[in-house]
């Protein structure tokens, strides 16, 4: 039954994703901008329910773990040294390195079994550091893959938000799908949007779009696709130069939900000047919705016809996988056991 075509409560609450359990969705995340993690660097980074260290070794890769030493919990990300391609803990010198493994102990003991740390998948792209929350991707990074830096910029960056955002990622998302919300707060005026399911972990969408009002003029076309359940992408021509980006919410505790970007345009002289215009115009339309965000209470919704590409998106949410930090260590470690033991 579609929630938006049915007038019971009851039904109107199989719509309600308020409560959907510890942790975060198993998505792609950014957790760092690239120019942040030069060689030999470590920093921490809280995500979802815990916190993880992010490090580039002497080969120039980037590795993110969970955070906390398995021999007395120090943070790794407080102190730590790069070693080659471990992370050393600050307090005795226990090194972890590839897989989240313990490769070594200073004082000579054995490595302990169970004594590794979650290792997250994890990708470098067009600026941007990336982590999946789980333990295999469930879906490709989303980026733009005809990048080449002969024709091409791109410019990375993080939202400079006014206040904590308080909402978990998949709400910011759905704002996609709220064509009414799109028209009344940032005066773009679309067409009712195709969406295409292409998979449980995308979505497309097209339409023609006209910017109306004082904020645009003109008329835009853009595709656009939703991973998971808080990555977009958008493709589209303005004055006659490609603009891609790439918009990704990411859960960081008690830090609240940041909000990172990255551009690709026509490589130009202009192209820096662009930049500058699109990164204003992307802080200013984040920033208008978070006290909207931040306010909003989801519990019995009363969605209506012009609701029903977002309340589809919802029910996609609450059946999305989620996990937890805690649970991916113990998963590394029990891996870890197994393999010992066969």
């Not at 709220?178 to 028209?183: A, I, K």
Request: hydrophobic share 40%; glycine share 8%.
């Amino acid at each position: 039954m579609d929630v938006t075509r049915s007038a019971t409560p009851e039904a109107r609450r199989r719509a309600m994703v308020a409560d959907l359990g510890p942790g975060a969705h198993q998505c792609w995340y950014p957790i760092a901008l690239s120019r942040d993690v030069p060689k030999g660097k470590a920093i921490g980074a809280d995500l979802a329910d815990g916190r993880v260290v992010i490090y580039r070794g002497e080969d120039e890769v980037v590795r993110v773990m969970s955070a906390f030493c398995k021999h007395m919990g120090a943070d790794l990300s407080v102190g730590g040294d790069v070693v080659g391609n471990n992370i050393r803990c600050p307090y005795h010198h226990w090194e972890f390195g590839q897989g989240g493994k313990c490769k070594v102990i200073a004082s000579g003991d054995p490595i302990p079994k169970g004594s590794s740390l979650a290792n997250l998948p994890t990708a470098e792209r067009l600026g941007l550091i990336w982590v999946f929350l789980g333990e295999t991707p469930l879906y490709d990074l989303p980026t733009f893959e005809e990048f080449d830096d002969t024709k091409h910029a791109f410019r990375a960056f993080e939202i400079d938000l006014e206040a904590k955002l308080n909402v978990e990622p998949w709400i910011f998302a759905t704002n996609v799908f709220d064509v009414v919300h799109n028209r009344v707060v940032h005066g773009l005026q679309f067409a009712d949007p195709d969406v295409e399911e292409v998979s449980p972990y995308l979505r497309r969408m097209s339409w023609d779009a006209a910017h109306t009002g004082e904020k645009q003029e003109g008329v835009w076309r853009p595709d656009i696709a939703v991973h998971g359940v808080n990555g977009i992408t958008t493709r589209s021509e303005v004055d006659g130069r490609l603009k891609w980006y790439v918009a990704v919410m990411t859960p960081c505790g008690s830090l609240g939900t940041k909000v990172f970007f990255s551009i690709v345009t026509t490589k130009d002289d202009k192209s820096e000047e662009y930049f500058d215009t699109w990164q204003a115009m992307h802080n200013r339309f984040v920033n208008e919705d978070l006290p909207i965000l931040n306010g909003l209470r989801i519990g019995d919704m009363h969605l209506v016809g012009a609701d029903r590409a977002m309340a589809r998106f919802m029910r996609a949410v609450r059946k999305y996988p989620r996990t937890t930090l805690d649970a991916l260590e113990t998963a590394a470690n029990a891996a870890e056991r197994k393999a010992v033991n066969a």
